[in-house]
């Protein structure tokens, strides 16, 4: 493996994962070069997401419920740096691979749990999906129009969010290992990461005693919003006195320059938000999306079509900052489409298929000095 840009090359990380946040933190990790192994149970099958979460990863069954395949899992972790984990609270502990057993064979470990809740939590023992988070953390009711239903996101955001929380955690650990010599644990929410992103929300509930509500496609606190075209919609920020002039000089209502004077004191648009909106919705209306965005834009105003799924993988920017990427399938003969990496990621990275499942069980157990035995994926003898 070319090792370019590869912070984590030399490091190895053991992932007893499933679903998207487990795998995501670890996807970041084998990005960055580290041997991610992942365990899996024997019978495992593979979702459709599967192949834009696992690539460059190995794979290793053992079954986790046996002796043989827990010793199994103990030698690994003696190799690694880092294991991380997203099966729910109590599973660990249950099958006998808690930080308490993990952290004796390997004092040096870096230990990551994610679950829905945490272990201290009085939710802890419940089940925790995307959409339960969303729905818990208020972000669901603050999405959708004024007048409708609360709303799911149109992406797994609490599920990836916490993928790169945890990658953060693990980042630390380690930098705390350096120092310390010694591992560490950390306890990861979703609930936790998605409240987490609340801003200023908190203090607007409890000090301003203010009601946080649905607004739609607008911006709370600010005048930005959603309009329609005449073929699609337009998302437009004219947050400064200087875009806001813009749109003024773009529809030809020089009347709303009364409404955004010189200092943000004179700023006045919020409590006009209807009428305004109204004003420049009746201009965007009559106008393609193409027109409205390049005419705003050449007057300096923020702003962008709402992109379909279509239009986003056909964007040049993907083109330009290779963020549309493919990796092999398990056969070797097709391709997967999937993104790529905001950062810097190993050369080959992308060049590797996801793994099928046990695909490199013989040789990780060979690494360890162990011997298969069926199906519990591992046998506790080690040879030599």
Not at 138 to 163: C, K, N, Q, R
Not at 180 to 202: E, I, K
Request: charged fraction near 20%; glycine fraction near 10%; charge should be negative.
């Amino acid at each position: 493996m070319s090792q370019h840009n590869a912070s984590m090359s030399g490091l190895r990380v053991v992932a007893v994962e499933h679903f998207i946040a487990g795998p995501f933190c670890t996807q970041l990790m084998a990005d960055q070069g580290a041997d991610v192994i992942k365990v899996e149970s024997p019978g495992a099958s593979h979702s459709g997401y599967f192949p834009t979460l696992n690539r460059n990863k190995r794979s290793i069954v053992l079954d986790l419920k046996s002796e043989p395949g827990i010793e199994a899992l103990l030698a690994l972790v003696e190799t690694a740096d880092v294991f991380v984990t997203n099966m729910a609270a109590g599973v660990p502990a249950r099958l006998r691979f808690d930080h308490e057993r993990l952290s004796q064979v390997n004092p040096r470990l870096v230990y990551v749990h994610i679950t829905g809740f945490g272990q201290n939590s009085p939710y802890r023992s419940l089940p925790a999906f995307d959409g339960v988070i969303q729905a818990m953390s208020g972000v669901m009711d603050l999405t959708g129009e004024p007048d409708g239903a609360p709303m799911l996101s149109g992406v797994f955001i609490p599920d990836h969010l916490t993928g790169l929380w945890a990658a953060l955690a693990v980042n630390n650990g380690l930098l705390r290992r350096q120092v310390t010599g010694q591992g560490t644990y950390v306890d990861l929410s979703m609930l936790d990461c998605m409240m987490s992103f609340h801003g200023s929300g908190f203090m607007e509930v409890l000090q301003l005693g203010s009601k946080l509500s649905r607004i739609g496609s607008r911006v709370r606190g600010s005048y930005a919003s959603t309009y329609r075209a005449s073929d699609g919609y337009v998302y437009l920020a004219p947050l400064t006195g200087r875009m806001w002039q813009g749109v003024s000089r773009v529809i030809g209502k020089p009347e709303l320059l009364l409404y955004m004077g010189e200092g943000a004191e004179s700023d006045t648009r919020l409590e006009h938000r209807d009428t305004l909106d109204a004003l420049i919705e009746g201009w965007t209306s009559e106008h393609t999306v193409d027109e409205v965005v390049e005419q705003m834009r050449a007057a300096g105003v923020a702003g962008s079509a709402v992109h379909t799924m279509d239009e986003v993988v056909a964007d040049p920017h993907l083109e330009a900052r290779n963020m549309l990427r493919t990796v092999p399938d398990e056969s070797g003969d097709g391709i997967f489409y999937v993104p790529g990496s905001p950062v810097p990621a190993v050369d080959d990275s992308f060049s590797v298929a996801p793994p099928r499942v046990g695909q490199h069980t013989d040789e990780i157990l060979a690494e360890l000095g162990l011997t298969p035995a069926g199906a519990a994926g591992a046998s506790a003898r080690r040879d030599g």
